[in-house]
């Protein structure tokens, strides 16, 4: 009797130390969990602070002294620039903000709508231009392989806050004076629109998937510019995911960065809004 007490007290010993120890490990991760946060917090209000002084600074400067028109519509644009900065900093915010907490978006609830895929990608180069401009760069629409594709159906700020988090990175880290291409094409056979942004500057990782990870940096990317989250990429691909797409990333023959989405044609016909399963998305 007393011994099979005794076995009981051991094996009850054993599966209270076995709870300690995943106890211990679920607090140590909550711990990092709530450290990855702060950072991001600070990380994202940093990164925010820094185009609004601008701002504020050249707003300044334009009251204070009388300038030529040539120098004032450079701090106009400059003003322009450091506005579309703050504004996709704060779009992308949301968007972590939302995946963050319920491991899905919940702006999936937002109607899908009808629309081109190029009128999009000239408006957003229109956007990132007078960044581009800071460094030489010409960011160049070649709209003959997609100015007639058919549209696509996508949750419009999603979509644009996608091509706008890979073409703010094809501006950061292009070499100066070089060239952003942004073409795509009517891919029938798969009934699909794809959309191509080109750019030669820091090289991508040997594993390229790993770009598409939450949280990865390349080395040359801190270097660059050590102020960023390393979120854009997973964010974008979250985005693609709910909207039945593919999102790609590869260094062509010439040693260029080429990302690549792919978006259906017909695919999300029938559907009035889009809700991908959550555990799709679950970590
Ligand atoms: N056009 C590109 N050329 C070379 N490397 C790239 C390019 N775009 C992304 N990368 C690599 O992928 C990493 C992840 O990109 P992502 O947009 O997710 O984060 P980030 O740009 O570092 O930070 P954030 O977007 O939060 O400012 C980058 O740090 C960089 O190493
Ligand atoms: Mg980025």
Redesign the pocket.
Known sequence: MSKERDEMIAELESKLSDIQRQNELLEKQLKQVERERVEYLQ?VSH?LVAPLNAIKWHIENLRASRMDVERATKVLRSIYSQSTIAVH?AK?FALMSNLEADHALAAMTEPLQSMSLCSLLINLSDDFQPLGWDKGLQIGVDTKGFEDAPQVLAIKPLISQVFS??I???V???DRDTEIRIYGKHEREIDSVSVS?R?R?????DSVD????R????A???NQ?P??????????ERIVAIHEGEIS?ERDAMNA?V?TVTLTVSGLKGKARIRGPKDRFAN
């Open positions: 990380n990164q900093l992308n988090n890979i703010e990175n094809a950061k880290y292009s942004i750019n500057g820091i090289p991508l990782p790993e770009v598409f990870q949280g990865y940096r390349s040359q990317a801190k510019y102020a960023g989250t390393g979120f854009g990429l997973y964010i974008a990333a960065t990302f």
